[in-house]
């Protein structure tokens, strides 16, 4: 079982920056590869952004490319997402997954065989 904790959400006027944090705990925990999801009001949950267990893959959304980073510590058990030049349209609930394999874009963008999520965090962007 690994558990996953959102922490770094917040208020911030449109242009301004935030990061995200997941940490994850328990067995195995830093052998997952990782993704960010979020969901807004009225609208269904989208994906966001995806790493690989090493860190050397990833995936973005066309909405975000250029502007979110997606990372993870040293450890493995830590995974960030560096969001910039933030837009109201950001705003959400931005929750964190687990999964075993990276493989594709699609997979994650369907979220299939998601293993674990977390609570999620809230992101408020004013304009």
């Known amino acids: 079982q690994v558990q996953l904790v959102e922490s770094g959400g917040g208020l911030v006027q449109a242009g301004g920056s935030l990061r995200l944090s997941c940490a994850a705990s328990g067995r195995s925990a830093g052998t997952y590869a990782m993704g960010w999801f979020r969901q807004a009001p009225g609208k269904e949950r989208e994906f966001v952004a995806a790493l690989s267990w090493g860190g050397s893959r990833t995936f973005y959304a066309d909405s975000v490319k250029g502007r979110f980073t997606i990372s993870r510590d040293n450890s493995k058990t830590t995974v960030y997402l560096q969001m910039n030049s933030l837009k109201p349209e950001d705003t959400a609930v931005y929750s964190c997954?687990?999964?075993?394999?990276?493989?594709?874009?699609?997979?994650?963008?369907?979220?299939?065989?998601?293993?674990?999520w977390g609570q999620g965090t809230q992101v408020t962007v004013s304009s």
């Open positions: 997954a687990a999964r075993r394999s990276f493989t594709v874009v699609g997979d994650w963008i369907r979220e299939d065989d998601i293993d674990y």
